[in-house]
């Protein structure tokens, strides 16, 4: 069965930087998009990009370009995302979800990782 | 930037009536809408795909519809474990992708 397991809450400083891993089972890695997705307390979601598993091509959303970067790892399905100079407003969690190619939705979701950036 | 807009923000539903959920684009985006419910906790859930298909193992209570820029999620015979938040997500060829504010359905 299709499974998407994300790393487990980390607690940053600000200025710090945080990697969220998201490891893929259960499907052909490449034949599917990874996208995150994050969503501060008690808000919405808001779409931060995907990147390629295959050639590794990423898309970020313009609010996220600066400071994100997305990497995969094809010997272990596992894709990361990193956010770097994290802000106190960057605590959320962060879920990565797949997409099919050609698809336009995501059918999968991880459970989600709480990250909390605080001094 | 398409802009994805939900009403109502908040819908007080009693169990066993029906719930009507909108989502306004600020453009077209064909039938490339999906719908989400989200409990607390937990990962959003695909229910609707393609504006109107839905997703494997969601019941036939939940139905989708719209095109273009004008968007409907309707849930009839609301049972208690549809009291949650609902998205809606556009998705196309080229980002960014958006997702509604959502909608919060409560008991009465």
């Known amino acids: 069965q299709v499974e998407l397991v994300q790393s487990g809450a980390e607690v940053k400083k600000p200025g710090a930087s945080v990697k969220v891993s998201c490891k893929a089972s259960g499907y052909t890695f490449t034949d599917y998009y990874m996208h995150w997705v994050r969503q501060a307390p008690g808000q919405g979601l808001e779409w931060m990009g995907w990147i390629h598993p295959s050639s590794g091509a990423t898309n970020y959303a313009q609010m996220f370009q600066a400071r994100v970067t997305m990497t995969r790892d094809t010997s272990t399905n596992t894709v990361y995302m990193e956010v770097n100079s994290l802000r106190s407003d960057d605590t959320a969690v962060f879920y990565c979800?797949?997409?099919?190619?050609?698809?336009?939705?995501?059918?999968?979701w991880g459970q989600g990782s709480l990250v909390t950036v605080s001094s | 930037e398409i802009v994805m807009t939900q009403s109502p923000a908040t819908l007080s539903v009693s169990p066993g009536e029906r719930a009507t959920l909108s989502c306004r684009a600020s453009?077209?985006?064909?039938?490339?809408l999906a719908w989400y419910q989200q409990k607390p906790g937990q990962a959003p859930r695909l229910l609707i795909y393609g504006a109107s298909t839905r997703a494997t193992g969601i019941p036939a209570r939940f139905s989708g519809s719209g095109s273009g820029t004008e968007f409907t999620l309707t849930i009839n015979s609301l049972q208690s474990e549809d009291f949650a938040v609902y998205y809606c997500l556009h998705c196309n060829t080229w980002p960014p992708w958006t997702f509604g504010q959502g909608t919060r359905v409560e008991i009465k």
């Open positions: 979800a797949r997409q099919y190619f050609g698809s336009w939705y995501f059918d999968y």
């Open positions: 453009q077209s985006v064909t039938t490339n």
